[in-house]
Nanobody, 123 residues
């Protein structure tokens, strides 16, 4: 199972970016997909996530500026970020809780991470 991210980059203060993540491999089902971020010298923190069939959850700082969406047919999760600020500069990581085919009987999910996408917001 792999998570492949795309869409990071550099924008000006107030700009927008869209990150995409696709889960590939021997998947039975995906329980949760989401995005985390980690700024230099900081701990990794939640941005947003969606449980399969559930509602999106956002970090307080992301509410109103960020929208997470999933395409269940393509096993993807997108993160639309608007009104970006320099404080949003970080490496953004896709996250998925995946049950692979070998674990389908137990339905036990394993946390998977993408490679990380640098997002830089300049003032």
């Amino acid at each position: 199972v792999q998570l492949v991210e795309s869409g990071g980059g550099s924008v000006q203060d107030g700009g927008s970016l869209r990150l995409s993540c696709q889960v590939t491999g021997n998947i039975y089902r995906i329980k949760v997909m989401g995005w985390y971020r980690q700024a230099p010298g900081e701990q990794r923190e939640l941005v947003a996530l969606i449980p399969t069939g559930g509602s999106a959850n956002y970090a307080d700082y992301a509410k109103g500026r960020v929208t997470i969406s999933r395409d269940y047919g393509r096993n993807t999760a997108d993160l639309q970020m608007n009104g970006l600020k320099p404080d949003d500069t970080a490496v953004y990581y896709c996250y998925a809780l995946v049950v692979d085919e070998y674990d389908r009987d137990l339905d036990v999910g394993c946390a998977r991470w993408g490679q990380g996408d640098q997002v830089t917001v300049s003032s």
